[in-house]
């Protein structure tokens, strides 16, 4: 069964937005921090942002300022707002949330950023 369902990747130009979701469950979106992570070819996978159940967010160095998250209640999704991007911000994004001592993906989006 698949907890994070993501939606919203695609193709833009440099300089442009993109708005990733993560649908969760009410169970997990209220009991858990959640975020989003990424991946490009060859590189390992980097924190992108986090939300706690509060409302407290963190951020990667390479995205803050361009980048935000937020969460809806009433939706139990979580959001990525992406301004500004950049070729360098290609890559697969995943939403995460912590699972025991472990974590939890979604089937991750791509995003393609084109020059």
């Known amino acids: 069964q698949v907890q994070l369902v993501e939606s919203g990747g695609g193709l833009v130009q440099a300089g442009g937005s993109l708005r990733l979701s993560c649908k969760t469950s009410?169970?997990?979106?209220?009991?858990?921090?959640m975020g989003w992570y990424r991946q490009a070819p060859g590189k390992p996978r980097e924190l992108v942002a986090t939300i706690t159940t509060e409302g407290y967010t963190n951020y990667g160095d390479s995205v803050k300022s361009r980048f935000t998250i937020s969460r809806d209640n009433a939706k139990t999704t979580v959001y990525l707002q992406m301004n500004s991007l950049k070729p360098e911000d290609t890559a697969v994004y995943y939403c995460?949330?912590?699972?025991?001592?472990?974590?939890?993906w979604g089937q991750g989006t791509q995003v393609t950023v084109s020059s």
């Open positions: 995460w949330r912590p699972r025991g001592s472990g974590s939890s």
């Open positions: 009410r169970s997990i979106f209220s009991n858990y921090v």
